[in-house]
């Protein structure tokens, strides 16, 4: 079955600073890979997305990009600032009817002012 | 306003002492799941609905089970709960659009310790 890697499990950057997570997948079949973020008490919510017919998506700060012959993509969070701080999940899916969505272990994004 | 509403938020109990932990949603998903998260495995998925009636098995069922007997309710039960089970527990939904994935709504978690 798949299994999707991320790195780092904590990541600690200054306020203003790029921070990028990183994951990778096991099965080629897969197409869907979003991005959640958690916050203190609270459960995932859905930042970002992208299908495996594109390659780079952007949604004001945050970035995704995928390489699918590598199998990997990544979190790209630009001018960090305090509220950034949080888990962030990768995920990854194939479009089967089925749809199961495999995380990542998460990654603990401190933001420092 | 759209929501996933799980309940009860922190429970502590005892082994042995049978429990359910509820999940209802307003957004008409024919998909409900349950996961449990803990440090270091990221989210582990338990059980999975596609729609009334319909469950399945996800990559850690031993000692739980559920029921869809309604859409928008997906109750988990822990018939014998054990200290194994203490974890963060999170239910979510999505839309089955055919063909397209379409993004989950997670609830906000219910916290459980099994002394």
């Known amino acids: 079955g798949e299994n999707v890697e991320q790195h780092p499990s904590t990541l600690s950057v200054q306020e203003g600073d790029s921070a990028v997570i990183k994951c990778t997948y096991s099965?080629?079949?897969?197409?869907?890979f979003p991005w959640y973020k958690q916050e203190l008490g609270k459960g995932p919510q859905l930042i970002i997305d992208?299908?495996?017919?594109?390659g780079e998506k952007k949604d004001q700060r945050i970035a995704v990009t995928l390489n699918k012959t590598a199998k990997h993509f990544s979190l790209h969070i630009t001018e960090t600032q305090p509220e950034d701080s949080a888990v962030y999940f990768c995920?990854?899916?194939?479009?089967?009817?089925?749809?199961?969505?495999?995380f990542g272990t998460g990654t603990r994004l401190l933001v420092s002012p | 306003e759209a929501q996933v509403t799980q309940n009860p938020r922190y429970l502590i109990t005892v082994t042995g002492k049978k429990l359910t932990v509820t999940c209802s949603q307003n957004m008409n998903h024919e998909y409900m799941s349950w996961y449990r998260q803990d440090p270091g495995l990221g989210l582990r998925q338990i059980y999975y609905s596609m729609n009334v009636e319909v469950t399945d098995k996800g990559d850690v069922p031993e000692g739980y089970k559920v029921s869809r007997k309604e859409k928008r309710n997906f109750p988990l039960i822990l018939e014998s709960p054990s200290p194994n089970q203490t974890s963060l527990y999170f239910c979510a939904s999505r839309s089955q659009w055919q063909g397209l994935d379409q993004p989950q709504h997670f609830g906000d978690g219910t916290r459980l310790s099994i002394l």
């Open positions: 995920a990854a899916s194939k479009n089967t009817g089925f749809q199961k969505l495999v």
């Open positions: 992208i299908r495996s017919n594109v």
């Open positions: 099965d080629s079949a897969s197409n869907y």
